[in-house]
């Protein structure tokens, strides 16, 4: 029986794969593991080398995305994939020490809780990455009641029962904290260390931080559109006031002229507002019908031990 399942998304790292496993290997000397490599369609040697790791070592599992399908859905091939009675996810670029496993797991264990996840007091990354995870964390709080105290980290564990609960869901956009979020609070936190990336550089830019984040807000979440409803209708009380001012100054002022310049810049303002709210609404619209139309989370081209 394996006690833990490792499931890493792989992007362009192939000259950390090799070190990776032998960490990984050293840290759970005694602990029956898998470790799954998620490959999502990189553009170097990561599937080669993966493949020539599945054969050096027997715990070592390759998958191959038919395509790029981002980090959370190649970690949803993984888990599909997973056998474990923990799960652990982490990156590919040795930030998160493999040899941290056994302490997450200890602590998951013996709490009997159900996540715990790795809080990194100083994180090896460029200051937009902390300022976008503090966010990210913010956001989640009003939107899914995230315990405050819980960092959203990358690195964490969790038992078999909620991986089962996960993979349940089915939709095109997952977001793999927002679905832990929405299955369980008995969550905890260690503290371990964030180190700098054995090589290369970094594959998580601007660009997919806010892919994350609009999952994170559209995706598990209607509070947007309430707010909208909300602003639209504070927007309305102010407009109807508006009206009743000027058909006031109109009638007992006689001004006819004065006033246009403010009449613009509501105009502009409330114009600003619809596209914004109407974008909003578009974008829950777009996912609705991906889902509608059972988009696909992950396509899997190879596997290279069934």
Not at 79 to 97: E, F, R
Not at 101 to 114: F, G, H, P, W
Request: hydrophobic share 40%.
């Amino acid at each position: 029986m394996i006690e833990i399942s490792i499931v890493v998304p792989v992007y362009n790292s192939e000259d950390n794969l090799t070190e990776l496993c032998f960490q990984v290997e050293d840290a759970l000397k005694g602990i029956s593991y898998e470790l799954i490599l998620v490959n999502d369609s990189s553009t170097d040697n990561s599937w080669k080398v993966i493949q020539q790791l599945s054969v050096k070592y027997a715990q070592v599992n390759g998958v191959n995305l038919r395509k790029n399908c981002g980090q959370d859905n190649a970690l949803m091939a993984g888990l599909n994939l997973s056998k474990g009675n923990y799960a652990v996810i982490m990156d590919d670029d040795l930030q998160h020490s493999p040899y941290d496993i056994v302490k997450l797991y200890e602590a998951c264990k013996n709490s009997s809780s159900d996540v715990c996840y790795a809080n990194f007091e100083k994180r090896e990354q460029a200051l937009w990455k902390n300022f976008g995870s503090w966010f990210n964390g913010k956001i989640s709080e009003w939107m899914m009641n995230k315990p405050k105290h819980i960092y959203l980290s990358p690195y964490k564990i969790f038992t078999r029962e909620i991986v089962d609960e996960i993979i349940k869901y089915v939709g095109p956009y997952p977001y793999v904290d927002g679905l832990i979020l929405w299955v369980t609070d008995n969550i905890i936190q260690i503290d371990v260390e964030h180190h700098k990336r054995y090589k290369g550089s970094s594959n998580f830019n601007l660009t997919r931080s806010i892919s994350v984040f609009l999952k994170n807000v559209t995706t598990f979440s209607v509070t947007p559109l309430r707010v909208a409803s909300i602003v639209g209708s504070i927007c309305s009380i102010i407009g109807f006031i508006m009206i009743l001012y000027y058909l006031i100054d109109y009638f007992v002022n006689k001004n006819m002229v004065e006033g246009w310049t403010t009449l613009a810049v509501l105009q502009l303002f409330m114009g600003g507002l619809l596209l914004l709210f109407l974008g909003l609404k578009g974008e829950y619209l777009g996912r609705t019908y991906m889902n509608v139309n059972n988009k696909p989370q992950f396509t899997i081209k190879n596997i290279t031990k069934s």
